[in-house]
């Protein structure tokens, strides 16, 4: 696999990551209407998946309408900013100085890391082995979902299509998160001693990926927003590589929390089409819940 190229799937991959408390059965819809409180015009939220083709959308009732009928479009950071991310990772994908992998993990997870490394990707750590174990555990993730699903391996992302969409229509695009925020929860959210845990555990258990990502693609095609949210925040017993509640966190309600305090100035101004990953959707710290809080009313379009 090409190094560049690599950094360019990463870049995209926490689209994915992100894809999550009172929920109900009416929450089965991934398109949402937000209206009242002082906005002119209303505002949609979309809940994304990196998973799904773009024929996805025809499954969802309006889509295409609310999208025409709004006037910038809204995404967790500003897609046409790759490059510069690309470029940033780059420059803080290495691990520390003085720490290497066999100061990290035991001879045989080194071994076990270095072999599933090279049956993937054709090279094993005498390449890639001063990049973080985050960095490692995502290039193994990107590979493993490109041989689960090579139908959708090479296709557009639907948050991609939805900001190349706005850019052909001359459209503002708006991204709530910059490329640091991106590049702090893809590389450095964790100390670099949990991240090596958990790219050992990966490589041990690499069949729970596989029913991981099974569940989500059956629950998002559901749009089942109450399996979405019990697949991120429910603890299985038997789970040997659990994320902690502050990882959690991090990753989800942290950032919908900030992105809680920008949405409601950025509607005002103009009418948006939101379209960010699916597990922002769900529960008492999700965007639905969080904007019905802030005075919005918040419904599902079907």
Same mark, same amino acid.
């Given at each position: 696999?090409?190094?560049?190229?690599?950094?360019?799937?990463?870049?995209?991959?926490?689209?994915?990551?992100?894809?999550?408390?009172?929920?109900?059965?009416?929450?089965?819809?991934?398109?949402?209407?937000?209206?009242?409180?002082?906005?002119?015009?209303?505002?949609?939220?979309?809940?994304?998946?990196?998973?799904?083709?773009?024929?996805?959308?025809?499954?969802?009732?309006?889509?295409?309408?609310?999208?025409?009928?709004?006037?910038?479009?809204?995404?967790?950071?500003?897609?046409?900013?790759?490059?510069?991310?690309?470029?940033?990772?780059?420059?803080?994908?290495?691990?520390?100085?003085?720490?290497?992998?066999?100061?990290?993990?035991?001879?045989?997870?080194?071994?076990?890391?270095?072999?599933?490394?090279?049956?993937?990707?054709?090279?094993?750590?005498?390449?890639?082995?001063?990049?973080?174990?985050?960095?490692?555990?995502?290039?193994?993730?990107?590979?493993?979902?490109?041989?689960?699903?090579?139908?959708?391996?090479?296709?557009?992302?639907?948050?991609?299509?939805?900001?190349?969409?706005?850019?052909?229509?001359?459209?503002?695009?708006?991204?709530?998160?910059?490329?640091?925020?991106?590049?702090?929860?893809?590389?450095?959210?964790?100390?670099?001693?949990?991240?090596?845990?958990?790219?050992?555990?990966?490589?041990?258990?690499? #069949?729970? !990926?596989? %029913?991981?990502?099974? &569940? +989500?693609?059956?629950?998002?095609? =559901?749009?089942?927003?109450?399996?979405?949210?019990?697949?991120?925040?429910?603890?299985?017993?038997?789970?040997?590589?659990?994320?902690?509640?502050?990882?959690?966190?991090?990753?989800?309600?942290?950032?919908?929390?900030?992105?809680?305090?920008?949405?409601?100035?950025?509607?005002?101004?103009?009418?948006?089409?939101?379209?960010?990953?699916?597990?922002?959707?769900?529960?008492? #710290?999700? !965007?639905? %819940?969080?904007?019905? &809080? +802030?005075?919005?009313?918040?419904? =599902?379009?079907?």
């Amino acid at each position: 696999m090409n190094l560049k190229k690599t950094f360019s799937v990463l870049a995209a991959l926490i689209l994915l990551l992100s894809c999550g408390g009172s929920t109900t059965g009416s929450n089965k819809a991934l398109l949402w209407k937000i209206s009242g409180n002082g906005l002119e015009k209303p505002s949609y939220l979309f809940g994304t998946h990196h998973l799904v083709p773009l024929s996805f959308m025809d499954s969802i009732a309006d889509i295409h309408d609310a999208f025409g009928n709004t006037e910038q479009t809204v995404g967790e950071l500003d897609m046409s900013n790759m490059n510069e991310m690309q470029m940033k990772i780059m420059g803080r994908a290495m691990l520390p100085e003085g720490v290497t992998y066999a100061s990290l993990l035991s001879e045989g997870d080194v071994a076990l890391i270095d072999s599933t490394l090279t049956a993937l990707v054709g090279v094993g750590l005498q390449q890639f082995g001063r990049l973080k174990p985050a960095m490692l555990s995502n290039i193994i993730s990107v590979t493993l979902y490109q041989r689960y699903y090579p139908s959708l391996a090479t296709g557009k992302s639907l948050d991609q299509h939805f900001q190349e969409e706005a850019m052909k229509r001359s459209r503002p695009v708006v991204g709530l998160e910059t490329t640091e925020d991106q590049i702090y929860v893809l590389l450095e959210l964790q100390t670099t001693e949990r991240q090596a845990e958990l790219l050992s555990c990966m490589v041990k258990h690499p #069949e729970l !990926l596989k %029913e991981q990502m099974d &569940k +989500l693609q059956a629950a998002y095609h =559901a749009q089942d927003l109450d399996a979405l949210q019990r697949l991120y925040t429910e603890v299985m017993p038997d789970d040997p590589c659990p994320s902690t509640d502050q990882e959690k966190e991090a990753l989800n309600s942290d950032r919908n929390a900030r992105w809680l305090k920008k949405l409601p100035a950025i509607m005002a101004e103009k009418s948006s089409f939101i379209a960010v990953g699916c597990l922002h959707l769900p529960g008492e #710290e999700g !965007l639905i %819940e969080g904007l019905r &809080k +802030l005075g919005f009313k918040v419904e =599902a379009v079907r």
